[in-house]
């Protein structure tokens, strides 16, 4: 249906992308830029946390006036939250500088920022470093590549995927990037991911869809439980590989919705993979679900607990730790109805049957356990429900990450 | 009012308590009695966790039955959780096998587990140290020290407090002891708690204190957010000390309350200091809520925050990670009126004024962060209510202490 290629967030036609080095970090790249000279249709979530930073509230304002956008300007060393009243300013300046010199308006770019709360934004250099993106970006001496290395704080790799799609008989292109790594945790939109396509979708059916998949993908991912003020999940649309329009009722919109589903799934995995100090994937499967809504209580839950996570970091099979973070989920069960097992490329592991212990093999569990990649089924035997999460293990790389991540 | 002094559970009159080796643990205290010859009201709360170890389940009915009770017996090393229908009847042998001994009921008989889930108790060494204890506990060669060190599991040092308060003209005690201390997060009961006093309380006033004054200390404290399978407090009052019963609307019921109070946060505030790896206590307080409900959830979300556990182990001033867990409380509040200032006993800092960022010396910073005792204070501006409570950093040894538990 769809297949996987190379590209950046470029890719889809009639996109530009670049990323430099401003000022806001010491010595890494901190500012990127999307640009779409046809105006792009927009779909966009955004955190939860009542402490919303200057850019979310932005661009929450542009996606509620309904306008098609042409420019995304992001900065990271930076969230440009709890600042007051002049990150709100700082804010506005940032997409005014763009407007500028792309010769569009100001409320025709969205902006995002991420990093460090509290601090207000050098706004010399950071408007210093837009006019020079800007200047270079029509000239198309920039690419993707650096956008996506542009957005990243304390990630230790840059998050793209591109994927290619036949939509009525036309091939379009949808292309992504994210960053992570802390501050993660399922509650609507989650960290910032950004997704381009050059197919030419009705902004109201791309946001029913955003919506929609959001709530398999990034809220279905937890690195420390911690939801960020700076979250969100932007997508353009700038119909650049399509003659014809694509709405919800068309014969291929499936087509479509499987390609960008798996676009957002792909970055969802990949921040939870790099979450902050983390060794392994974790992928969490509840089934036997009275509904949709406990399974996922569940499976996040699991996903959050410290125990847990520090248990897989130790690559040790203390099993009842799951079940003790799926009891206080909030969700009825009967454990004496509960089964779980451990899974990875090494083999599978049965640890608890219609509630009663399993004896195992340490020497399998052992062997199990150090992939990089471990599933978890919790199976609650109540109904036919079920839900997968992903997140990833508690390391002392984790504590000293976020120790002394100010100074 | 009332005054701490030196003593154990077994310092009220009439309460006689000891701990020996069983051999559920290798080399360290395992098994731990208490025991009063006069009947004691009762009083109890439990986890709310979905998966109840067995012994949980049986206090409750002891407690639903209402009756009075003789002994509470407590070991450490297993959970006896997730250990199915053996799991259940191995927890009824337990009871049973002190009541024999003992003279009484096995519904007289309380039980507590802490340690691993999942595995069968070794009922054999169980037994066999119920009857040594049990043996001895009448010829008062044991001692209460013992009994707190042997409800120990992850914890680096007993935790006990004693005090006497006069209450209706004659001298009564009240003693605790409790175990933490991972596993730990405010939700109904929390951990292991045992209190004792020789004053005469009706069941049903002992039992509403409880209840209310959990809700500010046990329900206050946070190690790593998760609620155990195993919590509970249980209250024992046998009334020796006293001639008259003390009921809630006696004037000095309020006495009594404000010792039992104390009691209790004691024991929460050893928990969380001697919480899994735990390098400082952090106490939080909230004011300018709308209401206790609010703040107490935007106290709970700030203690349970990783990022703000690590900042905290790290001595790092990142304030800003304390309101963006305040945001994700599920609290509405206005971020442009927010207030917040860390002390300790080295200064105090402020570092928001109504929502604007407040300038601070980053010397000062890290001397006031270099203590053992950090005072986080948040004001809302929103309405008048407050609330408190107590939680730990997250440090390397966490991790550790959690990567390999169980082998």
Redesign the interface.
């Known amino acids: 249906m769809f297949k996987e290629v190379k590209g950046h967030i470029n890719t889809p036609k009639g996109f530009l992308a670049g990323g430099l080095h401003a000022g806001i970090k010491k010595k890494k790249k901190d500012l990127a830029l999307i640009y779409t000279e046809a105006p792009a249709n927009l779909a966009g979530v955004f955190t ?5 930073a200057a850019p979310v509230l932005w661009n929450q304002e542009i996606l509620h006036q309904g306008k098609a956008v042409h420019a995304v300007v992001i900065n990271s060393g930076n ?1 440009n ?5 002049k990150g709100i300013s700082d804010n506005a300046q940032m997409a005014k500088c763009v407007a500028e010199k792309l010769d569009c308006d100001a409320e025709e770019v969205l902006v995002a920022s991420t990093g ?5 934004l050098p706004m010399d250099v950071v408007e210093e470093g837009i006019k020079t993106l800007a200047g270079k970006i029509t000239s198309k001496s920039l690419c993707g590549k650096n956008a996506a290395e542009a957005i990243m704080t304390t990630d230790t790799f840059s998050k793209e995927v591109c994927v290619e799609v036949m939509i009525k008989g036309e091939k379009i292109t949808i292309s992504g990037m994210s960053k992570g790594s ?2 993660i ?1 399922p ?1 609507m939109a989650t960290m910032l991911s950004f997704v381009t396509t050059d197919a030419n979708v009705a902004a109201e059916d791309l946001q029913a869809l955003l919506a929609e998949i959001n709530e398999d993908t990034y809220n279905m991912i937890s690195v ?6 700076n979250d969100m999940v932007i997508v353009l649309a700038n119909g650049a590989a399509m003659s014809e329009k694509l709405t919800k009722d068309d014969p291929d919109f499936s087509t479509f919705k499987k390609a960008f589903l798996y676009v957002h799934q792909t970055l969802a995995k990949l921040i939870v993979k790099d979450g902050e100090g983390a060794s392994k994937l974790i992928e969490v499967t509840v089934t036997g679900a009275e509904s949709t809504k406990d399974a996922k209580k569940i499976v996040k839950s699991v996903l ?4 847990v996570k ?2 897989f ?2 690559e ?6 799951i ?7 909030g ?3 009967d ?2 109805k509960v089964g779980l097992s451990f899974s990875s490329d090494k083999g599978s592991l049965e ?2 049957s219609a ?3 399993v004896a195992f093999s ?1 020497a399998l569990a052992s062997e199990v356990l150090s992939e990089k990649e471990i599933y978890v089924h919790l199976s609650l035997g109540t109904g036919h429900a079920k839900a997968v999460g992903w997140g990833c293990d ?3 790389e ?10």
């Open positions: 939860t946390n009542q402490v919303k969230a939250a709890c600042t007051g009243v460090i709360i509290g601090l207000p802390g501050m945790h509650n420390d439980g911690d939801t960020s003020t959050t607990s410290s125990l520090t248990a970091f130790g040790d099979a203390n099993w009842g730790r079940l003790c973070a799926a009891g206080y989920a969700v009825n069960f454990p004496l640890l608890l509630g009663e212990p340490e508690l390391s002392y984790y504590v000293k990450i976020n120790g002394d991540y100010r100074t």
